[in-house]
């Protein structure tokens, strides 16, 4: 009987409520948009959708590329089933420092924050040769499932010249 008190008490997370994703109708998603595939957080590239048998369901055929590895991955579910997709937001920080890979990144009110590494790439490669010439310039930031990546920057509007 001890066993039955403790059933449904099984918290894992303490935070705001918040959900990573919400549900949405597979027929009800569009090419650009965002989904779950595979756990994944995936941008959708390609989307098709093909009728089956007599007595069968519209199948939808959705292709991803992962917005955080790039890895493609694909699913294939029925239109009327509901799919997962992401809460994904977009923050705009500057970037003031770099030391040993990271960022430091300040956001509108002022905070600090040295957590997200520069990635390996082509955007990476751009932050590094703008904080070299010491520009002033803003990051972009994506969040979903609980993970960041630097995905672009711009230049600082306050840095325009007119």
């Not at 941008?43 to 519209?58: F, L, N, R, V």
């Not at 969040?143 to 306050?158: F, L, R, S, Y």
């Amino acid at each position: 009987m001890g066993d039955q008190e403790d059933i449904g008490n099984d918290f894992e997370s303490g935070e705001s409520g918040a959900s990573n994703s919400f549900p949405t109708q597979c027929s009800a998603l569009r090419k650009n948009g965002h989904v779950l595939l595979k756990g994944r957080p995936c941008k959708i590239i390609e989307m098709s959708t093909s009728k089956t048998g007599k007595h069968g369901h519209a199948k939808v055929h959705l292709v991803g590329i992962d917005i955080f590895t790039g890895k493609k991955y694909e699913d294939v579910s029925p239109s009327t089933h509901n799919m997962s997709v992401p809460n994904v937001t977009r923050l705009d920080y500057q970037c003031v420092d770099i030391q040993d890979g990271f960022a430091s990144l300040m956001s509108d009110d002022g905070n600090l924050r040295s957590d997200l590494t520069v990635p390996k790439n082509e955007v990476g490669e751009d932050i590094l040769k703008r904080h070299t010439n010491d520009e002033t310039f803003m990051v972009t930031v994506l969040k979903a499932m609980g993970e960041e990546i630097i995905v672009g920057t711009k230049q600082a509007n306050n840095a325009a010249k007119n």
